[in-house]
């Protein structure tokens, strides 16, 4: 049996899905899940992460924590977490280049997020050295300060999709049409989590919910408010979401997302003003969302790829030159990617980050 079937057979029996309960069952089936079983990143697999791309977005995302901590007092012990860490690249290059930090290493505690059992295996080798510790969700988290990073972790959360229908609104659903996976659309009804939309949309509009984001922010901030830390959080989207963002990935190319469910990355692009309102729910304040590009600039990439391509000539030298214009250029990663900074409403915010 593949994923397909298994779909086909629950729709069979329970009616057409939501694209959330799919787009869980297609990431995270324990038998055919996308990221049950396989790593997904680099040239091999179906995408790259910016951590993948060059060493220079690690470090610098360490030394801007390491920032946080220093101006918070250099509170002992505290967590060092990060959600869907990936291999764990960036973790291990934020921890080479916090390791001339005082106290830093002494007083962390690393504890990293991981649904995938491959994911888990890979970054347990790459930290080896440091003993991270693997949490299943973000309410397990220590009741102690927090430096968290999130590098597209909430594009895949699951999403519901729902088209305006005058002052309601039709859910997107996926069924069967002829034997196939096909998308439908529920009967209109009110929904209340989405009255304040009916200001911004018109007939036909479609905007989509993520309902898992705001209890994992509310676990980030409210540990942020109480005990004080930061958390950086970047991925593509915008402030407000507006019309279809759900995309699928397959070697690095665009898919269609219901052929050859499991097979492709699902993701969807952030509505950063809902991370934004539960971390405020939460007593935590954030940060103005501010462009990938622009952020690491601030933080003095420039400078960093300079002293990395003084030794270097040749392809390595070109290698760096790209890895820089694709990180902070507006037509590479630089304006669709956006960074969003939380951080308690006493301390100053984020290096790089304006309130």
Request: aromatic share 6%; glycine share 8%; net charge negative.
């Amino acid at each position: 049996m593949s994923l397909a079937d298994h779909l086909a057979a629950r729709i069979q029996a329970d009616g057409p899905m939501s694209v959330a309960a799919y787009m869980g069952e297609c990431l995270l089936h324990p038998q055919y899940g996308y990221y049950t079983t396989r790593d997904p990143l680099g040239a091999k697999g179906d995408f790259t992460t910016a951590p993948e791309i060059s060493q220079m977005y690690g470090e610098l995302i360490g030394l801007a924590l390491a920032q946080c901590w220093l101006d918070q007092g250099a509170p002992a012990p505290f967590t060092l977490a990060e959600l869907g860490p990936g291999r764990g690249t960036l973790m291990a290059d934020l921890l080479r280049a916090t390791r001339g930090v005082p106290g830093f290493h002494a007083a962390m505690q690393i504890k990293l997020i991981e649904a995938s059992p491959k994911l888990r295996s890979t970054q347990a080798r790459t930290l080896e050295a440091y003993a991270p510790e693997w949490l299943n969700s973000a309410d397990a988290l220590p009741d102690q300060p927090l430096l968290l990073v999130a590098n597209e972790f909430f594009d895949a959360l699951p999403i519901r999709q729902f088209i305006r229908s005058g002052g309601s609104w039709s859910e997107r659903r996926i069924g069967l049409t002829d034997g196939r996976l096909a998308f439908g659309l529920s009967p209109a009804a009110p929904q209340p989590a989405l009255d304040h939309r009916l200001q911004d949309t018109q007939e036909g509009d479609l905007v989509e919910i993520c309902d898992a984001a705001a209890p994992v922010t509310q676990a980030i901030a409210s540990r942020i408010a109480a005990h004080g830390g930061a958390a950086l959080i970047v991925d593509y989207g915008d402030w407000r979401a507006l019309g279809d963002t759900l995309q699928a990935l397959r070697a690095h190319k665009p898919a269609d997302p219901l052929l050859a469910p499991g097979e492709a990355d699902l993701t969807a692009h952030v509505d950063f003003e809902a991370l934004a309102i539960a971390a405020k729910t939460a007593g935590c304040a954030y940060t103005r969302l501010t462009p990938q590009g622009v952020f690491l600039e601030r933080l003095g990439i420039t400078d960093r790829a300079r002293a990395l391509a003084a030794p270097l000539q040749g392809e390595p030298l070109d290698s760096l030159i790209a890895a820089h214009r694709r990180l902070t250029h507006p037509d590479e990663m630089g304006n669709l990617f956006k960074v969003l900074g939380l951080y308690p409403s006493t301390a100053a915010p984020l290096p790089g980050l304006n309130p």
